[in-house]
């Protein structure tokens, strides 16, 4: 799940800091503020990175996702983006536990196949 959850979350990186280059067009914003809050969407993302596996990452996760889609407020094409990268996040963390799970059961099963083989060799 980390590494589908990361992976999203860096093309959220991106995502958010060209709607900064976009949302400074904008006469209703100044550029302080365009930055200040494209900044921490930007290192909210990064730092989500190692957090996602940690209790409350997915629904930090989450939570950017919904900052996400309300920012097309104020850059329009960000509707679309937001729901875009939301419907990734869900992929990301539904596909990503199935493959954890899998990865988990063929190591058990790895791991008992080793087990009844030693004896057998020793």
């Known amino acids: 799940m980390r590494t589908l959850c990361a992976s999203t979350l860096i093309g959220e990186f991106f995502v958010i800091g060209f709607a900064g280059l976009v949302a400074m067009k904008s006469d209703d914003l100044s550029m302080a503020t365009v930055w200040t809050v494209c900044g ?37 094409m960000m ?11 869900w992929a990301s963390v539904h596909y990503g536990r199935r493959i954890d799970e899998a990865k988990a059961r063929w190591a058990a099963q790895a791991e008992a196949q080793e087990s009844a083989e030693a004896p057998a060799q020793g």
């Open 79 to 89: 509707f679309i983006l937001g729901v875009i990268f939301a419907a990734l996040w």
């Open 40 to 76: 921490i969407g930007m290192l909210l993302s990064v730092l989500l990175c190692g957090v996602i596996t940690r209790p409350g990452g997915v629904q930090l996760g989450w939570g950017l996702q919904i900052l996400l889609v309300l920012s097309g407020f104020f850059v329009p």
